[in-house]
């Protein structure tokens, strides 16, 4: 019997009540599946009640499938990881010992749980790195996968390619409140979509072209300014970025692009854009899925 579900990160540790854990990671390119055996289709199937992860083609179609690692199978349901590049694990420890497994020890706090100065030292520990890759490392802040990490560069206005070291205190600030409302909004938005997204058509949704305003929008015009995306390479990562107002330098105007939280009288032109933008789901609930990086 399932006890409990933990939520690590990225990880997720399922406790069992015979004093095991499940501690599950997707990594890039895995997926969870949940087949409730109560939701079915009109003509008798089971459908997909929940899935979260990497989102490929075949992501709900056909399960399992040549990509399916592992079947679950539980009283009320079927539970399948996927995972096609096989970087994900499903380790089973004592419930004891979650919290003292190496991965899970040396995972910085989320974003929820630090401050922005707390960011801004972090950031400036790996000054020489680029902010991208600086944010993707668990061991700086927690929970950011490759598409999160350009949606919060994006709302930020902060070049992926700027040196860690070089991203101002009131930049960082802007840094994490964009990246507690990427996380915040797509996991609120989460369940319900997928499911709506699994009914359209039984392969793939287009969930993430709702939510991302950057994450497979290269080429494409950005929601702010107009100028066309563009996709680059930034720590081996694909990465998508607008080049006009996710300025290189650092050296922008405070009146182009200020705080975009919290204090409405402070509230820039900017900051009043991105209150309003639509933000919708992606299937991260999980993992940080990515599709073609
Ligand atoms: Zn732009």
Known sequence: MIL????????????????????????????????????????????????????????????????????????????????QRKFG????????????????????????AMT?????????KHKNSTVKSVILDQSVVCGLGNIYADESLWRAGIHPERKAGEVSLDETEKLLFA????????????????????KADGTRGNYLDIFAKVYGREGKACARCGETLLKIKVGGRGTRFCPKCQRKSGKMKDSNLTRLETD???????????????VGVCLEKVGAGDKND
């Open 179 to 198: 990246m507690r409302r990427v996380m915040e909004e797509s996991i609120e938005a989460g369940g319900s979509t997928i499911r709506n997204y699994v």
């Open 89 to 112: 694990f499903i380790k089973i420890l004592p419930t004891g010992e979650v919290e003292k497994d190496a991965f899970v020890k040396k995972l910085a706090p989320e974003p929820w």
């Open 116 to 124: 922005a100065d707390e960011l801004f030292m972090r950031l400036t």
């Open 4 to 83: 409990d579900l933990r939520r690590f990160g990225k990880a997720l540790v399922i406790d069992l009540d015979n004093g095991y854990s499940l501690l599950i990671h997707l990594r890039m390119t895995g997926q969870l599946i949940w087949w409730d055996e109560d939701d079915v289709t009109s003509d008798g199937g089971v459908r997909a009640s929940f899935a979260g992860g990497h989102p490929s083609e075949n992501f709900v179609s056909e399960l399992p499938n040549r990509q399916t690692r592992v079947i679950l199978h539980l009283t009320n349901g079927t539970l399948f990881f996927n995972d």
């Open 264 to 278: 409405g009288s402070k509230k820039t032109k900017v900051g009043d854009c991105l209150e309003k933008m639509e």
